[in-house]
């Protein structure tokens, strides 16, 4: 353990966390000191928890290499090798708590997120391979087109997928592309289906600017950081609220958005446990279909408030990310 | 509009200012938190004795030999148990009253770069011999503060000492040999 928290690895592993956990403290104060509700400045605010403990480290150690000194620790504001020597039980450092956290982090990444990213590239090669089923009626082709009026997207650039499950992706790479479900073209009305295309029209106009990219590949770098998942995730779900954003200033029609996204709720079904569902893993997916469910229904009423700030880079930003630096370099 | 704007970025401000107080007496709360349930961590003692009444240390080695121009006692010790023991003791020069001799021993190998104040910058002689049948590395070269220094290193016990002096290794030797027993 000595070792290893001496190591320059050791402190940067250690340090990152630390500097994480305070990081989105600031960052939520700095949301209740100055009330900022708007998504895309949220936005750049959990960008910078997801961003700094990454490159602070070794920056501070570069300015000030004796950081890592006992004279250091002894002058500093959090000494984490206090905690970690502390013993738990039978002589067993708090330490290997911390490793613990680590390594299920680590494991969370790899089961949640690399896994089925690497399965879904996987059979989205196999369905490429696949013929595609063209047989779609002359009544949805014409829906979208007439939901696609006025709209910045040709009409020549959505696929419409059979499938009767609710289902509008979109390819946002050199040839952006959307992917609607006949099914969410049958249930949505017209408007609806304007106000969804227009925030998938959201998404791909974003890629310009891929602060989403930089963070996920920030934020695997720092796979084995809890907070930096839990922050990558809220940094995920205000891009969505900043789709919403661009869909009704687009639209002018946040209703109709509104109630588009009502129609991706989940069934209150799936959000009740059954009660065999210790026995086919069905914990798991109503974890995660609560999840969604809270997170459609924070955009839902989001998309009724209006916009108190304006997305720019105001003094809070610049404050809250000097607090944040200076507070970090004394945490080790 | 602008100066309601200015009012809200500063009444912002004084209230995230609360908050960071509050996040930061939090945080020296943690760092006093864990003295509170167990000793040992790194501190700053009055006194070699106190240092080793209150770790309970058995063994702390102090040079018989002191070259002259040095204070005793130690201007400034540090001891700790957790994670790691380890000892250090600085003494001044009487005259210059800078601190010319670092005293440290470890229980971690290679911790001693945390535990000197003063570092050996450039090293431009290095040699390994026996002295009292143990093996020794003196090194001979520049001090981080500029002055020239020598420093020798050896284990013992499971121990791992370390003697920086910012003079030439003669006197280095001298103080090195007074705490090695055969």
Known sequence: MNTFISSYWGMYAVQTMLHSIVASVLVDCAFIAWNIGTPCLKQRFRFLVILLPVVSFPLYQALYPRRGDA???????????????????????????????????????????????????????????????????????QKVSQALEGLPFDEQFVEIVVDEDLSLFSDTGLNPRIYVSTGLIKTLTIEQLQAAFAHEIGHIQ???????????ILRVLMFYNPIAMLEFRKLAQEEEKVCDDIAISLTGNPAALSSAVEMFRPDPEDLIQSPDAKK????????????????????ILSIGEPRQDDCHWGASYFVTLAIIVVINFFIV | MQIHKIGKTLSGLLLMLALVFLAVVFLAAMNWLPSLREEGFARQYNSIEDAKRTLKLNDILVPAYFPEGLRWPPSFILAQKKPYQAVVMEFKDAKTKETSLIVIQSSLSGSDGQLQRIRLSHDREETRYRLKNKSVLLQVGMCDNGMRCSKMTWQDNGLFYTVLLTSSPFELIRIAESMIHS
């Open chain 1, 280 to 299: 086919t893993g069905g914990i798991a997916s109503t974890i995660e279909h609560y999840n969604h469910d809270l997170l459609l229904k924070s955009r």
């Open chain 1, 71 to 141: 004279y250091f620790r002894l002058e500093s504001l959090l000494d984490s090798n206090k905690w970690f020597s502390l013993e738990l039980w039978h002589g067993v450092p708090l330490f290997m708590g911390f490793v613990v956290i680590l390594a299920l982090s680590a494991l969370i990444f790899i089961i949640q997120e690399f896994l089925p990213m690497f399965l879904h590239m996987r059979e989205q090669m196999r369905e490429a391979s696949e013929p595609l089923d063209d047989a779609v009626e002359q009544v949805l082709a």
């Open chain 1, 206 to 216: 974003r890629t310009r600017r891929p602060v989403l990219i930089f963070a996920y």
